[in-house]
């Protein structure tokens, strides 16, 4: 399996960051799996122009539930402890659809309640950035 993830993270296009996300599984006997996957999908996006790489990882993330919703909130732990993530993130979710900013609006929000020490400010700061859902 490293070998194939080596593969697209030195080869992949940003395209291929959604059927990633859908390959991932919060049941799967080997967890360190989706560590990788996770790792070579953030690779990717940033060897292939990040914003898009996580425009492509947003279109992923409602690919991911309900079989992968540990990994999903993962994923977004991840962007928001990397600095240089939070804003080209930002943007992304801003051209997406409504429906996808509204169910990662709710994983953000299920990540505060769980880590309010922790991620509180940073959620507040992602959502009020993003463009009102109409």
Not at 26 to 53: K, M, W
Not at 111 to 126: A, H, L, N, T
Request: glycine share 4%.
């Amino acid at each position: 399996m490293r070998d194939i993830l080596n593969e697209l993270a030195f080869n992949g296009r940003n395209t291929i960051i959604p059927d990633l996300c859908l390959v991932m599984h919060d049941d799967i006997v080997e967890p360190y799996i989706n560590d990788d996957i996770i790792e070579t999908i953030f690779y990717i996006a940033e060897r292939n122009g990040l914003e898009d790489g996580l425009y492509e990882l947003v279109r992923g993330i409602p690919k991911m539930l309900p079989d992968a919703e540990f990994c999903a909130k993962r994923i977004h732990k991840t962007l928001m402890n990397s600095e240089g993530l939070i804003i080209p993130y930002i943007h992304a979710l801003n051209k997406t659809d409504e429906s996808i900013k509204q169910l990662i609006i709710d994983i953000l929000h299920e990540i505060k309640e769980e880590q309010p020490d922790r991620f509180s400010e940073k959620v507040k700061m992602i959502v009020e950035q993003l463009e009102p859902i109409k």
